[in-house]
């Protein structure tokens, strides 16, 4: 089972043996991320040691500059759980805080690669950056640990189709709506979780109802817009086709930005429930229309589409696909 540290629990001496440690934030944890664990978890295996992940709660860049410059792309309970999927022994969290951004290079190296987390191996990307003012990279790491018997290892970022694989390069996906970037490099389709919230009941009125789920604006939104969506409700053990709207639902003038989901053909309640949306496709662009009646008979050609799609892409295939 997989064991969760948090690093200002461990004392010095802490590990009596010798580990195989993995940094990095690892936002969405996207394929390149992948690369990287599973290049520890594997040595780790070969060396019968344990492998260790060191990742952070929150964005180091946010904590720094002290503004919410950085969205993630998942929360920290996702990217455990798939940490975790990957083979990890022991993920070590880092609250990123003042004191921690204050170490020098030479300070990680020591307290916490050395005293703290007892390394025999240290994995990290190519653009791996720590300490003080982010001033220590892999070449202060390969000059400190020259002559040390801590074996350093840099792992090239991964490219696909000639792109270099970052989360950054992701949250522009979520930006421009593009799922199947998304699913490319993070190796699945992009997620939002949430309880279904009570709305205004305008869906029911016109003869769809919807399951809405408030959005967390700290985490990345994809754009704006109509998409098919699956999606797994709590209590249930089938997974639901949708038609999925992101936005503010502009011919009603609403401001707060919403997700609500159609459900294809359920007409349970689910009020409270938890529910995973999974964006499959982007359909078309969130619109304003002068009149209810038109706004219906676009709604009714989005649910049209969307079974058609469900159609045409096995569904079961779609449930596979990850």
Do not use: W
Not at 56 to 83: A, Q, V
Not at 206 to 227: R, S
Not at 229 to 242: E, L, M, R, V
Not at 267 to 291: A, C, G, P, S, T
């Amino acid at each position: 089972m997989l064991k969760i540290i948090r690093l200002n629990e461990i004392k010095n001496n802490y590990y009596k043996e010798k580990n195989i440690v993995v940094i990095g934030f690892f936002d969405g944890v996207h394929k390149g991320h992948e690369n990287i664990i599973k290049k520890c978890v594997e040595k780790a295996m070969l060396s019968g040691k344990r492998s260790i992940a060191l990742t952070f709660d929150r964005p180091p860049k946010n904590i720094i500059t002290g503004r919410k410059e950085k969205k993630l792309i998942i929360s920290f309970k996702e990217k455990i759980k798939i940490i975790s999927s990957l083979g990890i022994k022991q993920i070590v969290s880092v609250s990123f805080d003042k004191y921690f951004a204050n170490l020098t290079p030479r300070q990680f190296c020591e307290d916490i690669i050395i005293n703290k987390l007892n390394a025999a191996e240290v994995f990290v990307g190519e653009n791996f950056k720590f300490g003080k003012d982010a001033s220590g990279d892999t070449d202060f790491l390969n000059e400190y640990f020259l002559n040390s018997v801590v074996k350093i290892n840099i792992i090239n970022l991964l490219k696909i189709k000639g792109q270099i694989v970052s989360s950054t390069e992701i949250r522009r996906f979520y930006e421009k709506g593009d799922i199947d970037n998304i699913k490319l490099f993070m190796g699945r389709y992009p997620s939002i979780s949430g309880k279904v919230v009570r709305g205004f009941n305008r869906g029911s009125r016109i003869g769809f109802p919807t399951a809405n789920i408030e959005l967390d604006e700290n985490y990345m939104i994809p754009k704006k817009g109509v998409y098919f969506a699956k999606i797994n409700i709590q209590g249930y053990n089938t997974i639901f086709p949708s038609v999925v709207n992101i936005g503010n639902n502009p011919t009603f003038g609403i401001r707060k930005i919403l997700l609500e989901a159609h459900i294809i053909e359920f007409k349970e309640e689910i009020y409270n429930r938890l529910i995973n949306v999974e964006l499959i496709k982007f359909h078309r662009q969130e619109l304003k229309f002068q009149d209810e009646s038109k706004l219906i008979k676009q709604i009714n050609s989005d649910i049209k589409e969307g079974i058609e799609f469900f159609k045409v892409k096995n569904y079961n295939d779609i449930e596979d696909d990850k």
